[in-house]
């Protein structure tokens, strides 16, 4: 769904067409009818995570927004975890289908109670929804005085450059027009492309590592949620430039030490896997935080489609590499454990973002170091809402 249309129709619209095609999929006459469903599935669930994550970090504080990310992908994790235990328990895939599918028809309903973020709709150049929105924030919170003291007058002078930015209609391409974004948007670009490729990688030849794939599912999906909890600690402490470079490299050094396992030592294959499995995670944790922290909010949901491409591409290919095993049989996970390698030291480039605003135009973006609007926490729109 175009960007126009705000986060929170976008992240409604998904979980209808989830539900409803979802659903549909468990009584599909054919595989023809069942694969274009499921396709439909998989684009709204890819808008759910992408309009999901937007909304809740556009209404975070600065300090808050690694912990909001951090819940979001546990929950992802702990869902991978319930998948794995519904499959071993409904063999049956129609049933499981729609067992999984009619749920979102109660997040759907539930979506209603939803509010459409504020800095979207003031960079929209729709200040007078947004003030709407912040009032009714601050009475939900409890703050009726704040949310009466705040004006539309106050609301313009406080965001003033947002709002003059927001007079010229922005594209996809404004990613790659000034220097210090088009850099940050392709480096951003590769390392999604690079971190995906490992973690497909090893979900589709799970075979490989152990007879139970059920069983398996369980495991990864409880190390993933440990691996994001510890890289809530490292973004606090080392920043996110640092951890996203570190699980990174260590991402690929993983599988690339599997790769020299024997098939017999089948335990250790499986502990690497385990390892990897849950490095991606981090890696993927870690990067989603600094990825919002770095685009601005007037492009934001623009680059989500970007960011899908690189993941669709990492997806598509990370099964295709399995065809090179006709050469050698460790050549795929060779390749697995390299592509994270380089795209990990991209990572140094970019700037440092821990504890900083987000940059709402590209101008922030342009003058990173000393921030066209020296904004904090203080400001007065954050304050009302306590978010």
């Not at 979207?120 to 703050?143: D, S």
């Not at 440990?226 to 606090?236: D, F, I, K, V």
């Not at 480039?349 to 900083?356: D, F, R, V």
Request: one cysteine or more.
């Amino acid at each position: 769904m175009p960007p126009g249309f705000g986060r929170k129709l976008a992240l409604r619209w998904s979980f209808l067409q989830l539900a409803a095609s979802g659903t549909c999929a468990a009584f599909a006459p054919n595989f023809l009818i069942y694969c274009s469903l499921r396709f439909l599935s998989g684009c709204s669930s890819v808008s759910i995570m992408t309009n999901g994550s937007l909304l809740i970090v556009e209404w975070a504080r600065s300090r808050s927004k690694a912990l909001v990310l951090t819940l979001i992908f546990c929950a992802i994790s702990f869902g991978q975890m319930v998948l794995g235990g519904l499959a071993s328990v409904f063999r049956e895939w129609r049933t499981l289908q729609l067992l999984l599918s009619v749920s979102f028809f109660v997040f759907f309903l539930l979506s209603r109670w939803l509010v459409e973020s504020a800095r979207w709709l003031i960079i929209t150049n729709k200040p007078a929804e947004g003030l709407e929105t912040l009032r009714r924030v601050a009475h939900t919170n409890g703050m009726k005085s704040a949310g009466e003291a705040l004006t539309l007058e106050v609301l313009r002078s406080t965001m003033l450059e947002e709002l003059k930015a927001a007079e010229k209609p922005s594209s996809v391409f404004d990613l790659f027009r000034t220097p210090n974004l088009r850099q940050r948007t392709l480096i951003l670009f590769l390392e999604r492309f690079a971190i995906t490729i490992p973690f497909y990688g090893i979900m589709v030849n799970l075979q490989h590592f152990g007879s139970n794939i059920f069983l398996l599912q369980v495991i990864f999906g409880a190390l993933m949620v440990l691996a994001r909890c510890l890289t809530l600690w490292a973004l606090s402490q080392i920043g996110r430039r640092l951890t996203q470079t570190f699980t990174t490299l260590l991402l690929g050094l993983s599988i690339l030490a599997n790769t020299f396992v024997p098939p017999e030592m089948q335990t250790l294959r499986v502990t690497l896997a385990c390892v990897g499995t849950s490095l991606s995670s981090a890696a993927s944790s870690s990067f989603s935080i600094h990825l919002v922290e770095l685009i601005p909010t007037i492009l934001r949901a623009r680059y989500s489609a970007i960011d899908t491409l690189a993941t669709r591409c990492g997806a598509t290919l990370a099964p295709l590499l399995m065809l090179l095993v006709v050469f050698h049989p460790t050549l795929p996970w060779i390749i697995y454990g390299v592509f994270p390698i380089p795209a990990g030291l991209l990572v140094l480039l970019l700037p440092e973002t821990k504890n900083q605003p987000l940059p709402d135009t590209i101008q922030d973006v342009e003058n990173h170091q000393k921030f066209s609007r020296r904004r904090n926490e203080k400001d007065l729109y954050m304050k009302v809402t306590k978010f």
